[in-house]
T-cell receptor, first 115, second 111 residues
């Protein structure tokens, strides 16, 4: 079945460590997004990419990095520079063009806890 | 950023119809209105999308008046499983990078 897969579902990290969250989609979508969600809050955009080998910062990019080497993959690295990385991370993808707003497909999320 | 305004929370009894209103006074000509549902510890999922008038699918209806400054998501005969956060978004074919997910409306369905 087509969809978007995130891994791992749960991740624990010690302070000072970098961690990478995986996001893979087999929907042939052009655009991919990373969001962060804190308890009781909405989603905040970290990074997005509309084409391979190109990505742009979102509203809260500091302390994060991404790559888009393949259309189907958009990994997120949470670096030690991120001051408060404990959060729920969501990856999403959509088609571009077509006149309306394409449906945004989300993964199941990755919950990162810094110990 | 493309922002919308919606109530923070709503309560409803099972079996009732629930209407959640969203304000988007400065909506652009090419913006669509899309609603998403999110359960705890899950990613949001698409419910319905519209541009003008009324759209209906198997789970909800979306009413958008002629001036498009607001919209109303209607959930018929809610059940306990409809307890979730509902997000109203405005956007166009250019992608979601300028679309703001606010805190949404937390709907609590009461037995």
């Amino acid at each position: 079945d087509g969809g978007i897969t995130q891994s791992p579902k749960y991740l624990f990290r010690k302070e000072g460590q970098n961690v990478t969250l995986s996001c893979e989609q087999n929907l042939n979508h052009d655009a991919m997004y990373w969001y962060r969600q804190d308890p009781g809050q909405g989603l905040r955009l970290i990074y997005y990419s509309q084409i391979v080998n190109d990505f742009q910062k979102g509203d809260i990019a500091e302390g994060y990095s991404v790559s888009r080497e393949k259309k189907e993959s958009f990994p997120l690295t949470v670096t030690s520079a991120q001051k408060n990385p404990t959060a729920f991370y969501l990856c999403a993808s959509t088609v571009l063009g077509g006149g309306n707003t394409g449906e945004l497909f989300f993964g199941e999320g990755s919950r990162l806890t810094v110990l | 950023l493309a922002k919308t305004t919606q109530p923070i929370s709503m309560d409803s009894y099972e079996g009732q119809e629930v209407n959640i209103t969203c304000s988007h006074n400065n909506i652009a000509t090419n913006d669509y209105i899309t609603w998403y549902q999110q359960f705890p510890s899950q990613g949001p999922r698409f419910i319905i999308q519209g541009y003008k008038t009324k759209v209906t699918n198997e789970v909800a209806s979306l009413f958008i008046p002629a001036d498009r400054k607001s919209s109303t998501l209607s959930l018929p005969r809610v059940s306990l499983s409809d307890t979730a956060v509902y997000y109203c978004l405005r956007g166009n074919s250019g992608g979601y990078q300028k679309v703001t997910f606010g805190i949404g409306t937390k709907l609590q369905v009461i037995p």
